[in-house]
């Protein structure tokens, strides 16, 4: 068992909201730890306060979010997958989901080559706004 925090906080003038302000406190369970992998589950009560010029809300939310890797084949390859999932205590939106899943491929000790797959989602109002990505990469690490 652990206590996780969050903080974040987004600035953005090409929205509809300038900047958004979430924190968010809760428990959470690692389910397993090992060589191979991870798996963590976090429910969350969290506080969001988004401002704009037309002005400013804020209200609570509940949350679960998770944090799964698995390597695959060795190490040479990599499964990731984390979400959050969260359901706020106004009537304006239904859920809010943001989730994002790939594979990492180790190409030699420092050198790996990804693809990312990215989902967020908001209901409210009888209506669905979805935005998906889906990238490829090469990264670095040391």
Do not use: C, M
């Amino acid at each position: 068992w652990f206590v996780r925090g969050t903080y974040n906080e987004f600035s953005d003038k090409f929205e509809f909201f300038d900047r958004q302000t979430g924190y968010a406190l809760g428990p959470g369970y690692r389910f397993w730890d090992n060589a191979l992998g991870h798996f963590e589950l976090i429910p969350q009560v969290a506080h969001f306060k988004l401002r704009s010029e037309a002005g400013d809300t804020s209200f609570n939310a509940t949350s679960l979010s998770w944090d799964y890797q698995r390597l695959l084949w060795g190490s040479r390859v990599e499964f990731y997958s984390k979400a959050e999932a969260a359901a706020p205590f106004i009537d304006e939106i239904d859920y809010v989901l943001d989730t994002e899943a790939g594979l990492r491929y180790r190409i030699n000790d420092w050198a790996r080559l990804s693809l990312l797959y990215e989902l967020n989602q908001v209901r409210g109002f009888g209506k669905s706004s979805s935005e998906q990505e889906l990238t490829i990469g090469v990264g670095v690490g040391w």
